[in-house]
């Protein structure tokens, strides 16, 4: 297993094997993202979206995906960067409507989600 240190109560993890042993995960391939923080897992993906249409669209589902794998005893995140923030795009609006309940933000935010998180169960 790959770990190293964050700080001083988080702890980074990256191993597909563990997730699919410790949270139920079952979709065929890994995750970006694995934290452990004061005993509480956080995982997600990650993703850069340098344009939009097909691939990137794809791309975007991807992310979103992690919310309904029917992963256990763990809180989801997705880490999204590029156009997805431009007001204009479908994939904005898919932020703002039929995804505002989900726990997406930049990765300039992700420290400070770190810092503030507090465990909460959410059934998805």
Sequence with gaps: MIKKKWDND????SN????KKKFDY???KGLDFIAKKEGKSIIGETKFLTDFGGHQNAQFNDAINV???GAKNCEFIA????????????LY???LNENKNYSIFSALILDQFLKEFKWKKIYY
């Design 10 to 13: 988080c702890q980074w993890w």
């Design 26 to 28: 079952t979709p065929n």
């Design 93 to 95: 609006n898919s932020l």
């Design 16 to 19: 597909e094997k563990l997730c």
């Design 79 to 90: 880490i999204m960067d590029g156009v997805v923030y431009i007001q204009r795009g479908k």
């Design 67 to 69: 919310f309904k794998s």
